[in-house]
């Protein structure tokens, strides 16, 4: 669906985009991922046609992007983390207009229109100006434009900024949702939507490629410690113990709650040794109230990419 070959984007002696290479395939949700200032939205830019290269190549469902302009917009829904919406239209009245620019007509509109008004839970807002709206409306109100004339390709900037949790669950469910019929590209700095949704993660820094596989197989390759928690009621020195077992780096006492103690084991990455907590609890008679492991998070992955990164002169 998307392919993007050796593209650079300069300005004014900076690289904003540093030749980085990636492919998206049909049907998949891809986490595109970055700090602020990245180049996550040159990218973008670049990709819908709103902008053009330094150098490079990128085709979108076949076209061009820069040969064949329009063909690639009819392909794209493209929401940008400041959707520039009419502020002093009403809702109903601005996707209509927005689908007449996307030449739908008669049924066909008022059948579009209605569906991504209910599919983005605007419908109950349709007559009121968008001026007034809050800003997690006029979010649901671009998403609803992206929408409109059913591309197979989304491209969306940050689409849950500004949105409160409640109505970030509903866009992650919405967009698990149209991956049957929709490829998305989705751009956020938000690491744990990601590891949510999308089937595959492409990590930027600097402009640069840091990674293109996904969430699991980042985190396996991750060097970063695992964390086992473990709250203990036993005698003896339970601290040295559980150190004493294999692959475990260290042992932090946490905290305390009368006769219960809560630590944290760091242990090597690739290794589990809850198995071995529970036999050592069983052999010393320890009571356990808790006992779980938390991998690295795709955080802890850019994290640690980014600090091996050498720094751009």
């Known amino acids: 669906m998307i392919s993007v070959q050796d593209l650079t984007k300069q300005y004014a002696g900076r690289m904003a985009v540093d030749h980085i290479s990636f492919e998206v395939q049909p049907g998949e949700i891809v986490g595109f991922l970055g700090p602020n200032g990245a180049g996550k939205s040159t990218t973008m830019r670049v990709l819908t046609g709103f902008m053009p290269p330094t150098s490079g190549q990128v085709t979108v469902n076949g076209f061009d992007v820069f040969r064949q302009s329009l063909e690639v917009r009819r392909s794209i829904g493209y ?40 599919l983005c ?10 001026g007034n709206l809050s800003k997690g409306y006029r ?18 900037d940050e689409p849950t900024s500004g949105l409160d949790p409640i109505q970030i669950r ?18 956020t700095h938000i690491l744990q939507e990601v590891e949510q949704i999308c089937d595959r993660v492409i990590m930027i820094h600097h402009g640069r490629l840091l990674a293109n596989d996904t969430p699991a197989n980042l985190t396996k390759k991750l ?9 203990v009621n036993g005698e003896g020195d339970v601290a040295a113990a559980l150190e004493s077992l294999p692959t475990v780096r260290k042992v932090i006492e946490d905290s305390r709650d009368g006769s219960w103690t809560h630590y944290t084991l760091r242990v090597e990455p690739g290794n589990d040794v809850r198995e ?15 006992l779980h492991r938390q991998l690295p998070s795709l955080e802890d992955v850019f994290v640690e990419l980014a600090a091996s990164e050498p720094v751009k002169s």
Do not use: C
């Open 79 to 118: 929401m940008p983390e400041m959707a520039p919406l009419y502020t002093d239209m009403k809702v109903k009245e601005y996707l209509r207009f927005r689908g007449e620019l996307k030449g739908l007509r008669g049924r066909d509109m008022r059948r579009r229109v209605g569906e991504v008004m209910d």
């Open 121 to 130: 839970s605007v419908a109950d807002v349709r007559r009121r100006l968008i």
């Open 139 to 156: 979010q649901r109100v671009a998403l609803a434009d992206a929408l409109l004339h059913e591309p197979p390709l989304l491209i969306l």
């Open 170 to 187: 509903q866009v992650r469910e919405l967009l698990a949702s149209l991956r049957p019929k929709h490829t998305i590209l989705l751009s």
């Open 223 to 231: 060097r970063a410690l695992t964390q086992v928690f473990v709250e």
């Open 276 to 290: 071995a907590v529970m036999n050592l609890a069983a052999s010393k008679n320890w009571k356990l109230r808790e």
